[in-house]
């Protein structure tokens, strides 16, 4: 009796130990390969230190790099009593998170760090049984922008901090891929002309770029249409059906349905006619486009009219950047549509961006047209507190 329970400790040490060279090879090999350099915008806006952390965004936007960075930076105390893993590590087909979130705790771990937690299944109870077991471990999650974290199967919204990040400005493109950092500047700053960039006389060869391969990092690392669309293809065909728990095939007819999107940007939408080419309901298309939106690859324009879940009626969808305008639809790469995306696209971070009755756009109290550099003031001469959105002339049209 006594040599099999010798035993059975013994082989239970001998899984920990397999489960500390594992994870800690693991974590040890992502950081020796992570940069340091540059920082996304989200990075110090983060409570790295609360108790429970979620970090949401589309894929490649650098989530995953943002946390081993925080975790670099660290000296080698804090380092040895944290734990960084993927949860889709092979690791994870025989172990639970939260043996091992248990685990970890009786060794004196206190952060834990857990990327793509969307590829894990029951996700959302094991980080809820994780908080309310171990209060005394930090726990940070990244996982894809599709998840409903706040309304999943465990109640993780008086829990969870929840923060979503995009793809890169044009600022952080400048800054990650030539080294030329300019500050952050708000609407206000941009409307009273602070735009100047220093050290940069001419900007609009770089722009250019920039609408084309600079919303994501990964760019940099070359091959980009083939791992954009790569990205399209996995958040179509896999995020999108695993959350939603869809069939392979409507993960298909999904991906199709970004297709004939992108082939008619900006595209006004006609339930119908998009339910009868897919062969679903035209009660599904509204709730299909809700999950392309959250997923990063469109954008919706609504108006201000409210209604479900607070969401007015869609009066455009957008691709949901300029670099997706050109790796699917090129031959929808018109300037009229890149501008509006790029419009967009950046101001609805941190504004809320509706449709105009009479322009483009509505931010607030303020109304944009967005134009080429001939635009002219005659669209908007009779509204209050109306701008053009146009490419810098020596002379800018005045609002």
Known sequence: MHNRIRYALFMVHLLYFIMDILLTNYMQEQLRWVKSEFKRYMYDKLPWDARLVGLT????????????????????????????????????????LEETAAQFVREGGLWMYIDEVHK???????????????????????????????????????????????????????????????????????????????????PLPLFEMYLHEGYYPFSKEGYFQQRLQQVVRLTMETDIPRFANMTPATGKKLHRMLGIISSNVPYKPEATALANELKVSRNDIPTFLLYMEKAGMIGQLRDQTGGMRGLGKTEKVYLDNTNLIYAMAAENANEGNVRETFFYNQTRLTLPVKSSKASDFMIGEYTFEVGGKKKGSRQVKNIENAFIAARATSSPPSS
């Not at 094991?126 to 706040?150: A, N, R, W």
Request: proline share 2%; net charge negative.
């Open 57 to 96: 965004g589309p894929r490649g936007v650098g989530k995953s790099t943002m946390v081993l960075q925080h975790l670099k930076e660290q000296d080698k105390e804090r380092l040895r009593k944290s734990i960084y893993v993927s949860a889709d590590h092979s690791y994870f087909l025989t172990h639970t």
């Open 120 to 202: 894990y299944e029951n996700w959302s109870i094991e980080l809820k049984q994780i908080y309310d077991s171990h209060p005394e471990l930090h726990v940070f999650f990244t996982g894809s922008s599709v998840l409903d974290i706040l309304e999943g199967e465990a109640d993780l919204s008086r829990r969870v901090l929840l923060f979503d990040m995009q793809g890169l400005s044009f600022r952080e493109y400048l800054e990650m891929f030539h080294g030329i950092k300019s500050p952050v500047r708000s609407l206000d700053d941009v409307l009273k002309g602070d735009i100047q960039i220093e050290g940069l006389l001419h």
